[in-house]
């Protein structure tokens, strides 16, 4: 697995284009111009991933010195239940080891049209080692559940989402 850092003269910009449009509804995706200038600040990469010259997907994330913070993460279609997810997901771990490992996921608690691909993809990041943080993300009308591998620190994700965030948001807890 090769991983190459995406920059404004990123050489495969249609296909990483082409994928992020795909992969994000439009309620959710943000622009590949504005991911990659939100990615120049310190802290932050947008990291494309190969398997010799082809090109397998991205991630999107935000460093501290506890915690990798995944807010886009994509797989071309094609090439998806091939391992191609967990092998990028294990590269982000590898080059940040002793940190843990958070994102969010759709709710499967709310009525949805995607309620299967849901499902997958919540089994996707369980195989993965993510497990359930008993937090949720919500700004707008949205809400995600946040997951994580390794420790979940509440303070240290809301400190990297404010440094971040453009946007209001909350994080409440879900515990039943």
Known sequence: MDIRIVTEDFQDMELLDALNREAFPEEERVETRDLI???????????A????????????????????????????QRLRSQGYGSRILTAISQRYPKRSFCLEVERLDEPSENMAERRARRAFY????????????????????????????????????S??????????????
């Open 37 to 47: 200038a939100y990615s120049l600040a310190a802290g932050r990469e947008f990291l």
């Open 49 to 76: 991933f190969y398997d010799g010259e082809t090109f397998i997907g991205f991630a999107v994330i935000m460093l501290s010195d506890q915690m990798i913070y995944m807010s886009f993460f994509a797989v071309e």
């Open 126 to 161: 369980a195989k993965n080692g993510f497990e359930e943080t008993d937090y949720r993300l919500e700004y707008g009308d949205l809400s995600f559940d946040i997951l994580s591998k390794g420790t979940f620190v509440k303070e240290a994700y809301d400190a990297l989402l």
């Open 163 to 176: 440094s971040i965030a453009s946007f209001e948001f909350s994080i409440k807890s879900i515990r039943k």
